[in-house]
């Protein structure tokens, strides 16, 4: 079925009384529109950042992800010159191509103000692969990590240069979810997407507080392909590209953006053993490839949301909208678009996976040309907080 644009709707400016988190907004009102306010302006040595991510402690204090390898604490103060450096990694060998390779996610134990341990995802070269790491920060000092306590969980052979991802995440189920791309290159060239018995093209669930025989986790028992022949049991849903952006709503559903080839980006809300297509299909729209497995006989999820070309190149997945400043936004999923530069928000009914309004917040213009989402969260007073590829951090505010 061909996909249908879904028309820009106006949203009221004004509180209005929600129902639920996704129900429908009048389009007789102003539309909100934001625009981008730089901060941590002062904050000097900000490069290609890839996250940023809030601690789970109660302490506020957010940390960004760089891909040469360095991971800051940012100062409370935005106007502050004054980050921490939390942890550097930059003289690994992790780069051979800059633009989709380095140190790439990074996620806190639920525990972590207990237990001090953190996971991160990052590339490494000779030969390629990708390497999910445990450390914990050193004792009596959560601001800097001991690189001394590195314990590698899972290495991931990476036959190309691009479509890592690295988007880590933990649910509330207390599981890690990883999102790993297909391995890079145009076209899926090496048929992974659909391949169960590799962990390419995939979003992998483990459990970091068990250990099952010679892995470094455990593999929960309810995945969808435990004990299946040919098929890894870490595997929680498969038929991706290059997710980028996985996030978790207030009640349980797990967003991922997942980049597309070369009709669409898509938003998808991800399901226990769904398979998302790719590379049989791109969106929504069947993709050629001799796997084996025709477009028309494969179950696939549909995405919830797509935008074509004309809209942008690279989806940033972005986080469901819980602040308090923008009231006619509460309850809905924002997100952007690297290569446009571009913000729009979502809004759906998640038990039928039916987009209800598509709202375009922001786009980029003439002063703002290196405006390229990199990371879309949320700070930690809950409002929309931007990370560009040329180094700046913006918030997102109502336009005056």
Sequence with gaps: MKFRKFRRVQIP????????????????????KLQPKRVFESVDGIKLPAAVVL????????????QGGKILILPADQSSSEAKVFLDLSSRNMIDKAFEEGLLGLAFHPKFAE????????TQQAPKRTRLVEMTVKPG??????????????EIPQPFWNHNSGNLVFGPDGLLYIGVGDGGKGGDPLQL????????????????????????????????????EGCRGEIYASGMRNPW??????????????????????????VKGGNYGWSLREGKDAFDKALGVSAETAKFVDPIHQYGRADGISITGG???????????????????????????????????DVTESIVLYKRGEEMKKFQPTAITAAPDGEIQVASWNGQIFVLEEAQ
């Design 245 to 270: 952006g996985l996030s978790f709503d207030q009640d349980g559903h797990l967003w991922c953006a997942d980049v597309g080839q070369q009709k669409w980006e898509e938003v998808n809300l991800i």
């Design 13 to 32: 400016l004004a509180a209005v009384a929600l129902g639920c988190a996704f129900c429908s907004i009048s389009a007789s009102a102003e539309p909100v």
């Design 141 to 154: 000092d959560p601001d800097i990590a001991d690189p001394d306590s590195e314990r590698l969980l899972l």
């Design 319 to 353: 986080f469901v909208y819980q602040g308090e400043a923008i009231p006619a936004l509460k309850g809905a999923y924002v997100f952007g678009d690297w290569g446009s530069g571009t913000i729009w928000a979502i809004r759906c009914d998640p038990q039928k996976g």
């Design 55 to 66: 601690a789970p402690d109660g302490s506020g204090r957010q940390f960004l992800v760089q």
């Design 115 to 122: 237990n001090g341990k953190f996971y991160i995802y990052h």
């Design 193 to 228: 997407g659909q391949n169960l018995f590799v962990l390419n093209g995939s979003i992998l669930r483990i459990d970091v507080d068990k250990r099952d025989g010679d892995l470094e986790y455990g593999i929960p028992a309810d995945n969808p392909f435990v004990g299946k």
